[in-house]
């Protein structure tokens, strides 16, 4: 059984492909257009498919589009009202909805070959839903869903039970988290539906001296549910244009909505295992990318374990919605089997990149430990192995590498990503070491979801991945799954000291994570990086300046 999903109509178009039951590839479309998010989420290009990946998926596996059982489209466009009926007044839904319900004749001219009636409309917060509950490790377990929208709904809460979903709440638009913590993000001059992950970083700059004002405008009502009224938020600071400088009021108001969402989603939490009583609480959504919330929810709900979708945000819809129909199919879906989903390269391929690119290369006799070398002497790594990354977080596959001792190091990797200085840079860790120096988030944290409270003996010998709060947001390396990362820490261990490296993503501001070898050598050659190791090669730049 081949099924195809497909995530198109608001923003981060992606394809995944499920063949009897498991999953065998997942990407963005962004990694192949070189277009940020793949496209913005305007009415306009609701019509917009993700191409590119949905072709590299087929061609993958080695299916052509006629062979396909299914395509899996996460979003029912039967669903979805007039802009009246929503609540939002946005005359944009009427365009969205037409281009959903051509969305199989668009399907069927980008995949020459498939038959527009294999198209199957998945609901879109089921599609959330099963991208958790289906992908995760546990059969059994509790769903939440939050993002800004659906058809009609912003939130699902429901459980699976041996993978067959029941719903228990959803939380009808007008009303949702996500969408008022986009406002807040244009508010604060960043884009929305892009740059919620900065308010969150800038959050831990200020104090939420507005939470009592806020607290009446988002709450949760106890039956499952919430009501965010609209707010004036330049009550509390003024707007921000884009660039302008952020004052005490900007950071306050961010840390008084971050913690009002922190403090409702554990209500919901709390409301779902009473309804459910499982040990698992699985997650997705946009919402569900905001690492300090999901923290909050593991440390104050009932819930033994809490697993987030890696790529929680839409892109994840076209995994959930593909897993969804081939179990509608009467597959037994498989949980994912990690993030490393998209596009991978073999040694010959990457070496013949090198060539045709003309630059000096080696083949060091352990790449692990050449880059181990230049991450010691506090050079910056560019870091691209194996198979490309499903969702927005870099996890040791398409990675900036550096030295965590040295406090210069924050502003430096910013400067060489070209982006915010409050922002904050993630610790890689081994697996075995992370107790020791992280402390109240889960571990194992594979996927950067959550944040740790760095130890006190280690915030002065890790300074650069020590947020302004204390906190970190970890990823820990299992030698069983990423053997060559953990390789490569250990070797810098050896050598400094230290089982933690700085992780932050391949790319360059308002560019998408690098995703193939020619991708890795533009990225190289346009930032003041000291090593790209790809594959096993090494491409050395030779140095005109002092390091700092």
Not at 247 to 273: F, G, P
Not at 480 to 486: A, D, F, I, M, S
Request: glycine content about 8%; proline content about 7%.
């Amino acid at each position: 059984m081949k099924v195809l999903g497909i995530n198109a109509i608001y923003h981060d178009p992606a394809a995944a492909l499920v063949v009897d039951g498991k999953v065998v590839a997942a990407a963005e479309e962004e990694r192949f257009s070189r277009r940020k998010h793949g496209k913005r989420p305007l009415p306009w290009s609701a019509w917009e498919l993700p191409e590119l990946s949905a072709a590299w998926c087929l061609e993958h596996a080695g299916i052509r589009p006629e062979e396909l059982d299914a395509v899996a489209y996460s979003f029912d466009p039967a669903l979805m009202g007039t802009p009246e009926d929503s609540g939002l007044f946005d005359d944009g839904d009427t365009m969205r909805k037409r281009y959903a319900e051509m969305a199989p004749d668009f399907l069927a001219h980008a995949l020459p070959g498939l038959d527009p009636a294999k198209v199957r409309f998945v609901k879109h917060h089921v599609a959330h839903a099963a991208s958790a509950g289906k992908a995760a490790p546990q059969r059994d377990n509790a769903v939440l869903v939050l993002d800004g929208r659906g058809e009609a709904h912003s939130h699902l809460a429901g459980r699976y039970v041996d993978g067959q979903l029941e719903i228990l709440a959803g939380q009808s638009l007008p009303h949702s988290l996500g969408l008022m913590y986009e406002e807040l993000t244009d508010h604060l001059g960043f884009l929305r539906s892009s740059d919620e992950f900065k308010v969150m970083a800038m959050a831990s700059y200020g104090k939420p001296r507005f939470l009592g004002e806020l607290s009446e405008l988002i709450r949760a009502t106890g039956d499952g549910g919430f009501r965010t009224e609209r707010i004036d938020f330049s009550e509390f600071a003024p707007r921000l244009g884009k660039d302008e400088r952020w004052t005490e009021d900007h950071a306050d108001l961010a840390a008084s909505v971050q913690t009002r969402l922190e403090e409702v989603l554990v209500d919901l939490a709390r409301w779902v295992h009473e309804q459910t009583g499982e040990k698992t609480l699985t997650m997705a959504g946009g919402t569900a990318l905001n690492c300090v919330a999901n923290t909050r929810i593991l440390a104050e709900s009932p819930f033994e374990q809490v697993w987030v979708q890696p790529a929680a945000g839409d892109a994840g819809t076209a995994l959930g919605a593909a897993l969804h129909v081939a179990a509608e199919l009467g597959e037994r879906t498989e949980p994912m089997p990690g993030a490393a989903l998209g596009r991978g390269w073999s040694d010959d391929e990457i070496e013949r990149r090198l060539q045709t690119a003309a630059v000096d290369y080696e083949r060091p006799d352990d790449v692990a430990e050449a880059v181990a070398e230049v991450l010691a002497d506090n050079g910056i790594v560019a870091w691209f192995q194996g198979r490309s990354e499903y969702g927005p977080r870099a996890l040791g596959h398409r990675s900036l590498l550096a030295h965590p001792g040295f406090e210069a190091n924050l502003e430096r990797m910013n400067d060489v990503k070209g982006r915010e200085q409050f922002r904050p840079v993630a610790p890689m860790v081994l697996l075995e070491k992370a107790p020791e120096i992280f402390g109240r988030g889960p571990i194992p944290s594979p996927y950067m979801l959550f944040v740790h409270d760095v130890a006190p003996e280690w915030k002065d010998r890790i300074p650069t991945v020590t947020h302004v709060d204390g906190t970190a947001r970890i990823q820990t390396i299992d030698p069983e799954t990423e053997p060559l990362v953990h390789r490569m820490i250990s070797a810098f261990e050896r050598r400094t000291g230290l089982p933690v490296v700085v992780n932050t993503s391949l790319n360059t501001a308002g560019r998408p994570m690098v995703d193939d070898p020619r991708d890795a050598l533009e990225c190289f050659g346009s930032a003041p990086v000291d090593l790209l190791a790809i594959g096993p090669f090494v491409v050395r730049r030779t140095r005109r300046t002092p390091r700092p």
